[in-house]
């Protein structure tokens, strides 16, 4: 474990045994489909790579980015940075994501997505922090797995974009982030 970590929550093991878990029920949900996964920039890109590889099935994949943090707190706006290359009118969209907190990127996103047409959306995330809910009525579909409200990083999540490549889900230390 790194020293800027307070507590691992996820090993890669547990990440893997996640993304097989949750690949299997898309699977199985969207027989007869091809879905549309649509990751979130830029933490959904381990997650999004991990979870591909268990869905068997023929699906795509694209990104978008939406961003509302700064440091470690929600700004509180939504802004798309980057769109989708393919057109999502009439598609089976799954939006992945690495955490959801307050619930506003993905509500912002999801609507979006409604107004442009989209068949069905869904939300898949490796992470939920319920504790952080500002948002009514936001309930990730597919959910790894539920957290405290600490703020963690690794497998894609970020303090100030560092971290984002560490292989397992971790609490950072408040001393990192407190000092500054
Ligand atoms: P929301 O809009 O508040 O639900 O936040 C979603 C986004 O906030 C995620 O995609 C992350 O980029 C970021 N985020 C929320 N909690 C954490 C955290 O604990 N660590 C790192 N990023 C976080």
Redesign the pocket.
């Given at each position: 474990m790194n020293d800027f970590i307070e507590e691992v929550l996820l090993t890669n093991e547990q990440i893997v045994e996640i993304a097989d878990k949750l690949g299997k029920q898309i699977t199985k949900d969207y027989e007869g489909k091809k879905p549309l996964l649509i990751g979130?920039l830029k933490?959904?890109v381990p997650f999004m790579a991990e979870l591909i590889k268990h869905i068997d099935m023929e699906m795509e994949m694209d990104f978008m980015q939406?961003t509302?943090?700064v440091g470690?707190h929600?700004s509180g706006t939504?802004t798309i940075t980057k769109d989708t290359n393919i057109p999502v009118k009439g598609r089976h969209v799954i939006i992945v994501?690495?955490?959801?907190?307050?619930?506003?990127?993905?509500?912002?996103v999801v609507n979006l997505l409604k107004d442009r047409h989209v068949a069905s959306v869904k939300v898949a995330t490796l992470?939920d922090?319920p504790d952080?809910?500002?948002?009514d009525n936001?309930f990730p579909d597919y959910v790894g797995q539920e957290?405290p409200g600490?703020?963690?990083?690794g497998f894609g999540?970020?303090?100030n974009d560092l971290y984002r490549n560490l292989p397992y889900v971790g609490v950072?230390k408040k001393s990192v982030y407190e000092k500054k």
């Open positions: 979130l933490g959904s939406a509302s943090y470690t929600s939504v994501e690495d955490i959801v907190d307050s619930g506003l990127t993905i509500r912002e992470l922090k952080g809910r500002t948002v936001v957290i600490k703020f963690v990083v999540l970020d303090y950072l």
